[in-house]
Nanobody, 128 residues
């Protein structure tokens, strides 16, 4: 079992930055794929960024160049550095994990249905 706890959300003005953290327990980093997702009110959940232990990353077009996903050196905490935030980034952000599988290519790692474990989410609000 993997337990995920997000933190770091809050309110920020447009153009600002936030760093989200996801503390993972009950898991070994290298055995999983890791992702960040978000869901805004009235919208479907959206894959934001994904990473694996080989260093492969994938980003949604809407955040590429602004957001960076990375683990800490001990690979216990997953981060999402968010820069140049806009009101369109307002959402609840979730951390997720999926056991490594040869059937989950990099192209699929922004799809929520491949992930088995989810955190409770952290709210990000960006004001104009």
């Amino acid at each position: 079992q993997v337990q995920l706890v997000e933190s770091g959300g809050g309110s920020v003005q447009a153009g600002g930055s936030l760093r989200l953290s996801c503390a993972a327990s009950g898991s070994t980093y290298n055995y999983y794929y890791w992702g960040w997702f978000r869901q805004a009110p009235g919208k479907e959940r959206e894959g934001v960024a994904a990473v694996d232990s080989d260093g492969n990353t994938r980003y949604a077009d809407s955040v590429r160049g602004r957001f960076t996903i990375s683990p800490d050196n001990a690979k216990i905490t997953l981060y999402l550095q968010m820069n140049s935030l806009s009101p369109e980034d307002t959402a609840i952000y979730y951390c997720a994990a999926a056991p490594r599988s040869p059937y989950i290519g990099i192209r699929y790692r922004l799809q929520g249905d491949v992930y088995n474990y989810w955190g409770q989410g952290t709210q990000v609000t960006v004001s104009s």
